[in-house]
């Protein structure tokens, strides 16, 4: 057993959600993040890898991680923020597998919304059609034969790509990409990327700015 490992096991983890208040040029200047963290009392579970799905001028309303403690693995939740005092308004479930679930990356076709939670243990990338009105998921397709961590897709560099870390090493410097093959219905293979540090997993979506297009990633060296 690695010192991490056994830290992690006599440690309690604790994640949680927060709302960056500077703005991104500002930060791509070097000012330091501030931070405005989501108000809750809850003990027996935290939240992590939060997509936005709705924005009004009273609520923000998020797919998340939502790790609960008595069933030790992740569930895919709902968020309902206040949007002036970062208060947890509402929270309801949106999938629960007896495998982990986290990083729900959403994505919108016409008037449909999709999400691909991440589902490693179970071997493979599953995506659902997510109801926005019942806050359920219905219909399900796998979507790539591999147990892929934080797996996501995008269409910026012309092809329809999927950027991810992969099982038994999610955490490292390895960086898999994965191109869409139409006739199979599935992501295949296409090449890897190695990094000098353990910063390959994905940390969320792929943004322009400035010309530019960013992969925000995960610090995984300590």
């Not at 890898?49 to 569930?75: A, H, K, N, Q, W």
Request: hydrophobic share 35%.
């Amino acid at each position: 057993m690695t010192i991490k490992q056994r830290v992690k096991d006599l440690t309690p983890e604790c994640w949680n959600v927060g709302f960056i208040t500077n703005s991104l040029d500002s930060i791509l200047r070097g000012e330091e993040v501030q931070v405005e963290w989501v108000r809750h009392g809850m003990k027996d579970r935290w939240f992590a890898d939060p997509f936005i799905l709705d924005v009004t001028s009273s609520e923000i309303t998020l797919l998340v991680e939502e790790y609960y403690e008595p069933i030790r693995r992740g569930r895919i939740s709902r968020l309902v923020v206040d949007r002036n005092t970062m208060q947890l308004k509402d929270l309801s479930t949106v999938l629960q597998l007896g495998t982990h679930l986290s990083f729900p990356v959403i994505r919108r076709v016409g008037s449909e919304v999709f999400i691909c939670p991440e589902n490693s243990a179970s071997g493979k990338l599953t995506r659902y059609k997510y109801d926005v009105a019942t806050n359920r998921c219905l219909d399900s397709t796998v979507v790539c034969d591999a147990p892929l961590a934080d797996a996501v897709d995008t269409t910026l560099f012309g092809d329809r790509l999927l950027f991810c870390t992969r099982q038994p090493n999610p955490n490292g410097n390895e960086l898999a990409i994965f191109e869409w093959n139409e006739a199979a219905g599935k992501y295949e293979p296409r090449q890897t990327c190695q990094f000098e540090e353990n910063i390959a997993r994905m940390a969320g979506d792929f943004f322009e700015y400035d010309r530019k297009i960013y992969r925000p990633a995960q610090e995984c060296n300590v």
